[in-house]
């Protein structure tokens, strides 16, 4: 018969997890739908920083708040929490127990920040040579900003993101969500299923240095491959792309919507539903590059072609021809939409702090075919798998848990 520890395409994997508030525990979320058991190590009394990220709180079945932040609750599903004193000798040795038992061990510290404790990379891997090991940082760790500390606004300001976003004549605007902390935690995960297979083939364990500002360099993308092309910072262009047009917010006689024409024969059909086909004759407007060179007067024109119709009628009529469109959404239509129910973008997981109310989360975006993710435990309460834990790796008895808890170790 199947476990609760043998589902998932890395079942049987343990992931030592030393990490709090988004990147690292995206991560390990990640592993964790995945298949891993995920033994998220907190401190005792207070746990992951996340926890005090509130409100709002995850509603109880009258509606009242429970004891569980929602930001909490969104990146710790699928983890085992345990609390340990990592700062006492006696923690460090439960720790490093524990590390024996575990394939993976994920810590988002600051850089050289785990050192005094003897749980840094250097210190663990002669004992634990097939330990594959993951540091998720601010800046890396080398570099003259090596061991400086990092905030998601701070990443976005110095990776350059924020001076591509916001509107041409205002400020600076960071990205709505934290997606410095969420793209670097994605790439841990993505650098951790390559060092599995590593390890696979070979045996060896290795440490992985993930930076924050690393990731969103990478992620710079076509603007940051511009800028390199041409030497020039490229503007903020608020909602319009910087090498197609149209490809922005639009305004409809009761609205907006989002187009996007992304070649010749798009704008073509875009045209002949907007019942200006004279514009394929303007050698400004009939070629995708001459399109972005004359961006100006193209917005202007098309603009006051797009405020003829409400929103709903140019919806239909561009998906009829299948030319890029959609609505503004706010978040209630998103979670509402039949294709986000379709694909189980919306779940529901029983959790103690919420009895008689299931928790309402959001889903995994992996869709495997033959070894699909699973949800198999709803975010964990602060150290509710504590006296289990130590049970099942480690061998300790009903009397030595008090004992440890008695002594503020656990």
């Known amino acids: 018969m199947t476990t609760m520890h043998e589902i998932g395409p890395l079942s049987g994997l343990v992931v030592f ?41 995850m509603p109880t079945a009258d509606g ?27 923690g460090q040795d439960l720790a490093r127990k524990l590390i024996a038992k575990s394939d993976i061990l994920v810590e988002n510290f600051k850089a050289g920040a785990l050192f005094k404790y003897k749980l840094d990379y250097e210190s663990l891997r002669g004992d634990y040579p097939g330990l594959i090991y993951c540091s998720v940082t601010g800046f890396g760790q080398t570099g003259p900003f090596a061991e400086r500390p990092a905030y998601d606004a701070l990443i976005q300001a110095m990776g350059g993101v924020m001076s591509l976003t916001g ?44 930076s924050m500002l690393d990731a969103h360099v990478a992620w710079l993308a076509n603007q940051g491959m511009n800028y390199l092309a041409t030497g020039e910072n490229p503007e903020r262009l608020g909602n319009q792309h910087p090498n197609i ?19 010749d024969a798009t704008f ?39 405020a003829r ?10 998906e009829s021809v299948k030319v890029g469109v959609s609505p503004i959404q706010e978040l209630d239509q998103v979670f509402a939409h039949p294709q986000v129910k379709a694909r189980d973008m919306v779940i529901e997981m029983e959790h103690p702090a919420t009895p008689g109310r299931p928790a309402t989360l959001i889903g995994s975006p992996l869709k495997l075919s033959a070894s699909p993710v699973s949800y198999r435990r709803p975010p964990p309460m602060l150290g ?25 170790v656990i």
């Open 309 to 318: 119709h409400p929103t709903d009628w140019w919806i239909g009529k561009l």
């Open 384 to 408: 509710e798998h504590t006296n289990e834990v130590l049970g099942e790796f480690l061998g300790l008895g009903a009397d030595d848990i008090l004992d440890l808890k008695d002594r503020g």
């Open 245 to 263: 047009v149209p490809y922005q917010v639009m305004p409809s006689k009761d609205g907006y919507f989002v187009l996007s024409v992304a070649n």
């Open 17 to 57: 997890d030393l990490t709090r508030v988004l990147a690292g525990p995206h991560c390990t979320q990640i592993l964790g739908d995945l298949g891993a058991d995920v033994i998220k190590i907190e401190r005792a009394g207070i746990g992951d920083d996340t926890r005090n990220f509130a409100p709002p709180y």
């Open 167 to 210: 509107a041409p004549e205002g400020e600076p605007m960071k990205v709505g969500v934290s997606i410095a902390d969420l793209m670097a935690g994605m790439y841990a995960a993505v650098a951790i299923l390559a060092a599995v297979r590593h390890h696979g083939k070979t045996g060896d364990g290795q440490h992985l240095d993930i």
């Open 64 to 90: 009242s708040d429970s004891s569980e932040s929602a930001y909490f609750c969104g990146t710790n599903r699928n983890k085992r929490s345990i609390t340990l004193d990592i700062a006492s000798a006696e």
């Open 268 to 306: 073509e059909r875009f045209c002949n539903v907007a019942e200006c086909p004279n514009l394929l004759k303007d050698a400004r407007f009939s070629t995708a590059v001459e399109r972005v060179r004359n961006r100006d007067i193209v917005t202007e024109t098309l603009n006051e072609i797009t």
